[in-house]
């Protein structure tokens, strides 16, 4: 089992719909969450970090952590054509280490 | 913003010759981070520096080697490139060792012929 799973997608939304990005992790003890966005041939750019449990909103993302289901989401409402790209979950493992780990990213298409 | 840095940000070169990919940051960052990422797949850490004179292997084996003498910077070196170290290298830096921010430069992509 991966320490942090997504789907690959793609998955396809409408303009203007909301998008919704699924993140599982294995390590109970994992305090901090990432989630970055990368445009084809470009790098991981951070677009939110979410700590406690609940919701994080930042304009039109928003960030959801259930630490007892080992669950993080990213909805994106109004989803824009620019926003098509791949969207990577990223978990701190709390370890010595303190390395970020990263899923494999799903791809997200906005329809237009 | 975050302010990193990446030299060459494209790089041909013939097989068996040494390279040195540059990264530098601006934001006094203590931890700094180097990923390698193929086309479509996952990100892969292959080294790390929590501050200056300390480099620690990461998840990836990796036949590179890096150095951190100064804070800002945090150079990676192949003494003799395959083809199969043809890739995207992806330099990162974070302030915090807890809440781990990372951000990344604009990264380098490799081709070893």
């Known amino acids: 089992q991966k320490e942090v799973e997504q789907n690959s997608g793609p998955l396809s939304v409408p303009e203007g719909a909301i998008a919704s990005l699924n993140c599982t992790y294995s390590?109970?003890?994992?305090?901090?969450f990432f989630w970055y966005r990368q445009y084809s041939g470009k790098s991981p750019e951070l677009i939110m970090s979410?700590?406690?449990?609940g919701d994080k909103e930042d304009g039109r993302f928003t960030a959801q952590l259930n630490k007892a289901s080992q669950y993080v989401s990213l909805l994106i409402r109004d989803s824009q054509p620019s926003d098509s790209a791949t969207y990577l979950c990223a978990v701190l493992r709390m370890d010595s280490s303190y390395k970020l780990i990263f899923g494999s990213g799903t791809r997200l298409l906005v329809r237009p | 913003e975050a302010d990193i840095y990446q030299t060459p940000r494209y790089l041909v070169i013939g097989t068996g010759k040494k390279i040195t990919l540059e990264c530098s940051q601006t934001m006094g960052h203590d931890k700094m981070y180097w990923y390698q990422q193929d086309p479509g797949m996952e990100l892969h850490l292959i080294h790390y520096?929590?501050?200056?004179?300390?480099?620690e292997k990461g998840d990836l084996s990796s036949e590179s080697t890096v150095s951190r003498i100064r804070t800002e910077h945090f150079p990676l070196t192949l003494e003799s490139a395959r083809p199969s170290h043809t890739s995207q290298y992806l330099c990162?830096?974070?302030?915090?060792?807890?809440?781990?921010?990372?951000?990344f430069g604009p990264g380098t992509r490799l081709t070893v012929l």
């Open positions: 979410i700590y406690s449990n």
């Open positions: 390590d109970r003890v994992s305090q901090s």
């Open positions: 990162a830096s974070s302030e915090s060792p807890h809440y781990n921010e990372q951000f």
């Open positions: 520096s929590y501050g200056v004179n300390s480099t």
